[in-house]
């Protein structure tokens, strides 16, 4: 069974560009987590999507923004880029909301490494 | 904001010790706290996993400790190995409609030979 894939692994981006991530969920999987991970500020919940709505938002500028598409891929974007944006961003999927109603599992892809100059 | 404190930061240990990382936790409205485990160049993956209605759970040399009263959780890995070394991270998560998966900041642990 495929595990959660996110493109590109690495970027570099500009001041004031944009920049679109993807993930693909585990097969099965309804939900959709990112998060922003930096050193010394661990995992930062940026929001969930589940059946293609959003359920949460942490607490991000608009700049970050996500859909979900019909097949449970879901994108993250960042527009007007700002040097503290590089980080490492991870999306998490899992049957149901925040892990679903019994396990709690998340299942991590090996994220997008963003560096913003 | 709900949040969940880690300590330590860092944490050097030498093989066959017992490596302990701690949490304490705001909110009562939890249901469920995992520890995630990472390695360099990859994403976290579920260590162990316990609700708080048990206070202790072990699955071979990693135990969580679990005080609802004080609000902490621990975990513990006994006879520490090289391949332990990782970042560790204690979540929570909140119970109902909005149930939403909060994390600690994470703790290095480096386990010497």
């Known amino acids: 069974k495929a595990g959660v894939t996110q493109t590109p692994r690495y970027l570099i981006k500009t001041r004031g560009q944009q920049v679109t991530l993807s993930c693909s969920p585990i097969?099965?999987?309804?939900?959709v987590s990112w998060y922003q991970q930096t050193p010394g500020q661990g995992l930062q919940f940026l929001f969930e999507?589940?059946?293609?709505?959003?359920?949460n938002k942490g607490n991000f500028p608009g700049r970050f923004s996500g859909r979900q598409f019909s097949n449970s891929r879901s994108e993250m974007n960042v527009s007007t880029l700002e040097l503290g944006d590089s980080a490492l961003y991870l999306c998490?999927?899992?049957?149901?909301?925040?892990?679903?109603?019994?396990?709690?599992?998340?299942?991590f892809g090996e994220g997008s490494r963003l560096t913003v100059l | 904001q709900q949040q969940v404190k880690q300590s330590p930061q860092s944490l050097i240990v030498q093989k066959g010790g017992i490596s302990i990382i701690n949490c304490a936790y705001e909110?009562?409205?939890?249901?469920?706290f995992p520890w995630y485990q990472q390695f360099p160049g990859k994403g976290p993956a579920l260590l162990i996993a316990?609700?708080?209605?048990?206070s202790e759970k072990k699955e071979g040399r990693f135990t969580i400790s679990f005080n609802k009263s004080a609000k902490q959780f621990s975990l513990h890995i006994m006879d520490s190995q090289p391949g332990d070394s990782a970042t560790y991270f204690c979540?929570?998560?909140?119970?109902?409609?909005?149930?939403?998966?909060?994390f600690g900041s994470g703790t290095q642990l480096t386990v010497l030979p």
């Open positions: 998490a999927s899992s049957l149901g909301p925040a892990g679903g109603p019994n396990t709690g599992e998340l299942f």
């Open positions: 097969s099965g999987h309804r939900s």
């Open positions: 999507y589940f059946s293609e709505t959003q359920r």
């Open positions: 909110n009562t409205a939890f249901d469920y």
């Open positions: 316990i609700r708080p209605d048990v």
């Open positions: 979540a929570a998560r909140s119970e109902g409609s909005a149930r939403q998966l909060t």
